[in-house]
């Protein structure tokens, strides 16, 4: 199982991003995905997650009304469309994928991609 993430980016305060994630290896829809992201000296928490294989999707409060988690079961891919983006945003983004159902927090996901960093600066 192997995920790998592109999308990242220097974005001005305000500004959208959009990050994506492939699979390979296996069948994107039939796992709970997630983004997460970790910034300097801080724990790795979750952002954006689709914990059942049915779609329901969880965002963290910071998220929420600003980024959009979706899967597309024919390019096998995750992403996350991230608007109104603040300097708090800044962190490296991970894709994460677990079983059927979990949920959107880090230890509960086996398998991860290398991460793509987002910087938000004016």
């Known amino acids: 199982l192997q995920l790998v993430e592109s999308g990242g980016g220097l974005v001005q305060p305000g500004g959208s991003l959009t990050l994506s994630c492939a699979g390979s290896g296996f069948t994107l829809q039939f796992y709970a995905m997630g983004w997460f992201r970790q910034a300097p000296g801080k724990e790795r928490e979750g952002v954006a997650c689709v914990v059942s294989t049915d779609g329901y999707t969880i965002y963290s409060d910071s998220a929420k009304g600003r980024f959009t988690v979706s899967r597309d079961k024919i390019k096998n891919t995750l992403t996350l469309q991230m608007n109104d983006l603040k300097a708090e945003d800044t962190a490296v983004y991970y894709c994460?994928?677990?079983?059927?159902?979990?949920?959107?927090?880090?230890?509960?996901?086996?398998?991860w991609g290398q991460g793509t960093q987002v910087t938000v600066s004016s």
């Open positions: 994460a994928a677990a079983g059927t159902l979990a949920p959107c927090m880090a230890k509960e996901y086996p398998w």
